[in-house]
């Protein structure tokens, strides 16, 4: 999670470990977006890593946070 920067696009959707979605797969990532799964990570926790793509890379490629 402390990886996640505002040039980064979800590649996939992300969960909380309950199984809960919290963001979904194409969502850009936002500081709301950053603080919610944070807030979330601290509670129930959020299923890791996240797959992120950048805003200007090519499609489909995919990053681990």
Known sequence: LDALDRT???AQDVRAT??????????????????RLRNHNK????IQPIYVTT??????KKKRT
């Open 8 to 10: 980064m696009v979800l």
């Open 18 to 35: 309950n199984g809960l979605l919290l963001v979904p797969e194409g969502q850009e990532v936002t500081f709301p977006v950053i603080a």
């Open 43 to 46: 509670g129930i926790g959020v």
């Open 55 to 60: 805003k200007s890379g090519p499609i489909g």
